[in-house]
């Protein structure tokens, strides 16, 4: 039997020379999930001016500790004028200090009469002033190429009035699932047959992943078809990933379609789920061939296809999953295959705990449903309740 290969090796061998693609500008509100193809300047400070933290009164500090006549009132979205001296302004969030002030105190500390205020002596110089600039400063790095564009980031563009932005374009994704049993859901199954899962769940994660499905076809278990498929999958796509036909059956034509299209490794890895993953091209297309059974291509998902929409979107970040280690409340043991297993992460207050689903074979999808994170049990390793072990946090 072949040597099993690690899965760095192929990681390694599927990462190999992928560069993101083409940037695009676009508008920021199209923009989330994207990535930053340039590394964008702040223009603005941010706040703009001083503002107020709180509702109540702004003052020369100096003046604490008397009746001040109330000279002006600045609410939120006014321009002040500036502060008569020897008085206080009623000031409310977000209003503008006026110049001269330089201290707000809250209103439940000042006492009033007359169209006068009583602040108090013990107040702080510069207490709930929020400064200019204290968030953003104009000039600096506001964001860096590389940047998933989620919610605090497109926040931040918003907050300096931004509306476009370079983004790398999202690496366009054939998905094609094979088998002559496969049929989709509302079609009645004949014997033999079952309903296709691997399609919405990888569409799903592939779109989590930041691609653009472009192609979605079922592949007959023939190799006329499969060449076909192949070929006009290639023409509109930067990946391929087919799911099923990559074993050595008589019925896996993946193998033998693609060898007369492009180039083809098929690889034995040392990994469970997912033994067998084809990897090659067909001109400019990168193929990825994912193992039948549901779990592996979940599993083989997080493992292969993030990282490489990642390298594609040009986003380092996702080239590695988070890591964290969890107790684990399960025994198991591996031999010569490291062990992804399904776990749902309990978080106590003496640290993780992870549960492993009671049936971690590869076709039992239920074992990913709750699963928060890949336990990953290296070969050959005896590993005993409340042990710890390393999860990869299936996370964005
Ligand atoms: P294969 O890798 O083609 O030998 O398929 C391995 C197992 O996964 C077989 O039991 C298939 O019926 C099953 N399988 C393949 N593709 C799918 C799919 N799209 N949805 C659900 N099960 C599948
Ligand atoms: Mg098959």
Redesign the pocket.
Known sequence: MAELQSVERALEALLKDVKAGDVERIECETAAGRVLAETVTARLDVPPADNSAMDGYALRHADAGQWLPISQRIAAGYAPEPLAPGTCVRIFTGGEIPPGADTVVMQERVETQDAQAHVPGDITLGDSVRCRGRDVRAGTPLLEAGTRLEAAALGHLAGQGITQVSVYRRPRVALL???D??IEPGQSLAPGQ??????PMLSRLLERFGAELVMREHVADDFATTQRLLREAAEQADVIVT?????V?EE?HVKHALESLGQLDLWQLAMRPGKPLALGRIGQARLVGL????VSCFVGAWVYLRPLMGALLGCPRMATLPRLWARAAFTTHTQARRHYMRVGLEFTTDGIVAHAFADQNS?VLSSCLEADALAVVPEHTTLDEGERVECLWLTD
């Not at 079952?194 to 399609?199: A, E, K, L, P």
């Not at 193992?291 to 549901?294: A, E, F, I, L, Y």
């Open positions: 699932s094979t088998g049993e496969i079952i309903h296709n899962s691997n399609r799911t099923g036909g990559v074993s059956g896996d193992p039948g059974n549901p076709a």
